[in-house]
């Protein structure tokens, strides 16, 4: 019998070079869309999941995050006090149960492969899934929730895909698609950055993943690959010939909050899909465009 999807890798230990000066002292991760920190919508999307161990991968000076999902019992206090139920609710409601989040540190930023092989105790002989906070996704229900619902059909690897232009593809893991029925894309090859003109495809891998235990294996064995770091990628590559791969195209819209543009639009987007927002909003973006 297959076994179930309980925990997620949550990968936080980058540098976020490309949002500095905001990250020098503060980890990307808790960079807000609206009103929450990155790291809260993809906690959130986890646990609508059913994800039980939420394993955050994490480095020096982040401990902010830690802090996040603990009590804040001087400000629970004050806001009681003060009658701000609903301030209260916001800091205290989404808390996950005692023991649901564990850190573990990188010590040193050397991959994505290298902060998912950080947390391999803790997740044994079970499948697993990763979720990259920086790509956020507005979808009702979740990513992560579509693509469980999927995996339970369809076990193996499964990673969220999106087609991305021609010229975009070197920023992404592509895969090499040997069958597709238009949602879920069967690859027997995967490429880290590749040149737009020698590219497989455009169906790149975004960041939400479920793998089983095998890849978990194949990343203490992975040498560095493109760019000087460890890649997942080539660790999922290694297990193509034995473990079905496949990309799910997911119902939602994906922000690349890695990046300034992306950051800016999922802010835009994420207000605009709020009741107490919208109009707001609204009003405030087409007065600056008849600027
Ligand atoms: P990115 O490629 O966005 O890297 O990593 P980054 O270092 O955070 O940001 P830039 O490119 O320098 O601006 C994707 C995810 O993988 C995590 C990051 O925290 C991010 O969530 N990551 C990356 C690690 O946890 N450790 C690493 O060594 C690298």
Redesign the pocket.
């Known amino acids: 019998m297959m076994k179930p999807v309980r925990k997620a890798i949550?990968?936080?230990?980058?540098?976020?070079?490309?949002?500095?000066p905001a990250?020098k002292a503060m980890?990307?991760?808790m960079l807000t869309v609206v009103d929450k920190p990155l790291i809260q919508y993809a906690v959130e999307e986890a646990m609508q999941a059913g994800i039980e161990q939420i394993i955050l991968?994490?480095?020096r000076g982040k401990s902010s995050m830690s802090d996040h999902f603990d009590h804040s019992y001087e400000l629970e206090q004050v806001l009681l006090e003060r009658g701000k139920t609903d301030a209260y609710k916001s800091i205290t409601d989404w808390l996950p149960e005692p023991g649901q989040v564990t850190v573990v540190r990188?010590q040193?930023?050397?991959?994505?492969g290298?902060?998912?092989w950080?947390a391999r105790n803790l997740i044994g002989d079970e499948p697993f899934a990763v979720l990259?906070?920086?790509?956020m996704i507005l979808a009702e229900p979740g990513c992560l929730s579509q693509m469980i619902e999927a995996h339970r059909d369809l076990g193996g690897n499964l990673v969220a895909v999106e087609e991305v232009p021609h010229e975009s593809v070197d920023r992404y893991g592509i895969l090499d698609v040997v069958e597709d029925d238009g949602r879920i894309a069967r690859a027997n090859g995967l490429i880290e950055k590749p040149d737009p003109d020698s590219a497989p495809s455009n169906l790149a891998i975004i960041?939400r993943y479920i793998l089983q235990p095998d890849v978990m294996a194949e990343l203490s064995n992975v040498r560095k690959g493109a760019g000087g770091?460890?890649q997942l990628t080539d660790a999922m590559a290694r297990t193509l010939s034995r473990i079905f791969f496949r990309g799910i195209r997911f119902t939602g819209r994906r922000y690349d909050c890695?990046?300034k543009e992306g950051f800016v639009q999922a802010n835009v987007a994420f207000a605009l899909a709020r009741d107490d927002l919208r109009e707001k909003v609204k009003s405030a973006i087409r007065e600056y465009c008849d600027d």
């Open positions: 949550l990968p936080v230990g980058g540098l976020g070079t490309r949002f500095l990250t980890p990307k991760e991968v994490s480095s990188q040193e930023p050397t991959g994505l290298h902060a998912v950080c990259l906070a920086d790509d960041g770091e460890i890695g990046s």
